[in-house]
């Protein structure tokens, strides 16, 4: 069953004409707003200066919020510092982990985290977990979005925090279409919403920040219909307080746009 004339909106960049193929393929009438470009490792200004104190000792514990951002982060400082160096200055300090995705990144390493977060793993359990504890020195790893109610939160207990961002992937170099797709949402001009990366909806969500707009789009895509190409990008949905309603059988593009022409119309019945 295909898309049948509904609006899809997709934040494709390097395959941006195949996606806006695929979807009229299936009778859908796509808007593909290239949302991300790489950036380069070493523009990551902030994830060096965290590996330098790191090292200096000026942290008592490291939050780690995701597991693709931890990740991200421990391949950004290795290309400038020892391996070995690093992982004794974790040692000397407290691990917090979000949930089981940090958590895991960090037994990658060999590593163990001091604090887990409890079930559901947001911000406000973060807070709860910790209110009680002794660190004040804090660093916090973020991925492609700040939160700051969480950061406040923290530094009304009385904590020094330092934000560490790291992107992946940064905005595309004009953001018009991004800035156009957050327009198209908020005006109801949008049925589905196809996902192929998390970064994706990271960057819509900073446009749409910057435009002063970010609850209203965050409105429009829990009316939409949400695609996402698998788990990690669903994370990132419900980290964001969203959720996809649905992932294909399998993580690939073409099935994405196929599988969601044949559930979107009935699913946007039951929402609407």
Same mark, same amino acid.
């Given at each position: $069953?295909?898309?049948?004339?509904?609006?899809?909106?997709?934040?494709?960049?390097?395959?941006?004409?195949? $996606? *806006?193929?695929?979807?009229?393929?299936?009778?859908?009438?796509?808007?593909?707003?290239?949302? $991300?470009?790489?950036?380069?490792?070493?523009?990551? =200004?902030?994830?060096?200066?965290?590996?330098? @104190?790191?090292?200096?000792?000026?942290?008592? +514990?490291?939050?780690?919020? %995701?597991?693709?951002?931890?990740?991200?982060?421990? #391949? %950004?400082?290795?290309?400038?510092?020892?391996?070995?160096?690093?992982?004794?200055?974790?040692?000397?300090?407290?691990?917090?982990?979000?949930?089981?995705?940090?958590?895991?990144?960090?037994?990658?390493?060999?590593?163990?985290?001091?604090?887990?977060?409890?079930?559901?793993?947001?911000?406000?359990?973060?807070?709860?977990?910790?209110?009680?504890?002794?660190?004040?020195?804090?660093?916090?790893?973020?991925?492609?979005? !700040?939160?700051?109610?969480?950061?406040?939160?923290?530094?009304?207990?009385?904590?020094?925090?330092?934000?560490?961002?790291?992107?992946?992937?940064?905005?595309?170099? =004009?953001? /018009?279409?991004?800035?156009? *797709?957050?327009?198209?949402?908020?005006?109801?001009?949008?049925?589905?919403?196809?996902?192929?990366?998390? $970064?994706?909806?990271?960057?819509?969500?900073?446009?749409?920040?910057?435009?002063?707009?970010?609850?209203?789009?965050?409105?429009?895509?829990?009316?939409?219909?949400?695609? !996402?190409?698998?788990?990690? %990008?669903?994370?990132?949905?419900?980290?964001?307080?969203? #959720?996809?309603?649905?992932?294909?059988?399998?993580?690939?593009?073409?099935?994405?746009?196929?599988?969601?022409?044949?559930?979107? /119309? +009935?699913?946007? /019945?039951?929402? @609407?």
């Amino acid at each position: $069953m295909p898309f049948d004339g509904l609006r899809v909106l997709s934040l494709e960049s390097r395959r941006a004409e195949e $996606m *806006a193929t695929l979807i009229r393929k299936q009778s859908g009438e796509p808007f593909v707003a290239p949302s $991300m470009r790489e950036v380069d490792l070493q523009q990551h =200004d902030e994830a060096f200066l965290f590996a330098t @104190r790191l090292l200096a000792g000026d942290f008592d +514990a490291v939050i780690l919020l %995701t597991g693709v951002g931890f990740r991200l982060l421990w #391949k %950004t400082i290795l290309t400038r510092h020892a391996e070995a160096d690093l992982k004794d200055a974790l040692r000397r300090l407290t691990l917090v982990v979000r949930g089981p995705k940090p958590s895991a990144a960090v037994r990658e390493l060999g590593l163990v985290p001091n604090v887990q977060v409890p079930e559901p793993n947001t911000w406000r359990e973060l807070l709860e977990t910790m209110r009680p504890r002794p660190e004040t020195r804090l660093a916090l790893q973020e991925y492609g979005k !700040s939160n700051p109610d969480l950061i406040d939160g923290l530094r009304v207990q009385g904590r020094a925090v330092t934000p560490v961002r790291i992107y992946g992937w940064d905005l595309p170099e =004009d953001t /018009a279409p991004l800035r156009q *797709a957050a327009a198209r949402l908020i005006a109801g001009q949008v049925d589905v919403v196809l996902l192929t990366t998390s $970064m994706q909806l990271i960057n819509l969500l900073r446009i749409a920040e910057e435009e002063g707009i970010a609850q209203q789009v965050r409105e429009a895509l829990q009316s939409a219909f949400i695609g !996402s190409i698998g788990p990690t %990008t669903s994370e990132t949905l419900e980290d964001c307080g969203l #959720k996809a309603d649905f992932e294909p059988s399998h993580p690939k593009m073409g099935l994405l746009v196929n599988e969601a022409a044949g559930l979107a /119309a +009935a699913a946007l /019945a039951n929402k @609407r």
